[in-house]
């Protein structure tokens, strides 16, 4: 923290990623469900306070959900872990597409949608981010150029105002030894995603 201090510069910075998942250990689900959620708001704020009381003053904290609980539960929803507007600067969702070449469903990008209504409702003061997104480039059911088009056109079309930004998540990893299963998600690995990206980016106020 004193480092981050002394460095200067803002900084984003999460703790918890993806909190309303429970594929990851600090959800609620095994931390006595509705209590875990409280404790991880509580663990967070503890955490914003000490960065600052150490001059952090240029951290600036976001809030990382996926954009559906699960498991979808009151006690799971993202809203219950949300550490409140003193402490949290940005939030961020989650939003993939396909996760695997063989995965027979694949999420619309539009699915944010809630997601961003139940923010809105929670922190209508805050920026939003998609903090991760992508789709797999090698899905059958889900070609990822297509699917990126239609990501850039919502993202352009000013569907969302809230929205600061987006991160693709640009990443390649293994499920198992079949290197035919493995997940592929970087453009570079798709000559047509390519193309959308340079169009899109090029000249965002002209997306596809």
Known sequence: MRAAAAFGTPLLAEYGT????????????W????QG?????AAYRHIIDLARRNGASN????FHVNHVDDPETDWNRFENYYPGDEWIDWI??????????????????????NALKRIEKMAPDKPVILAETGTDVRNPRAPAAPWAEAAFAALF?????QLAGFTWWNEYWENGDDPARATDLRVQSNPDLV?????ALQNPRIAP
Request: charged residues 15%; aromatic residues 20%; proline residues 7%.
């Open 92 to 113: 961020g969702v989650s939003l993939y597409g396909a996760l695997s070449p063989f995965e027979t469903y694949t999420i619309p990008f539009t699915d944010v949608d």
């Open 18 to 29: 993806e909190v309303n998942g429970a594929w990851f250990p600090w959800n609620g689900r």
């Open 37 to 41: 959620a409280a404790d991880f708001a």
């Open 195 to 199: 193309a959308v990206f340079r169009r």
């Open 59 to 62: 951290i600036v904290w976001v």
């Open 157 to 161: 079309s000013n569907r969302w105002p």
């Open 31 to 34: 931390h006595g469900q509705a």
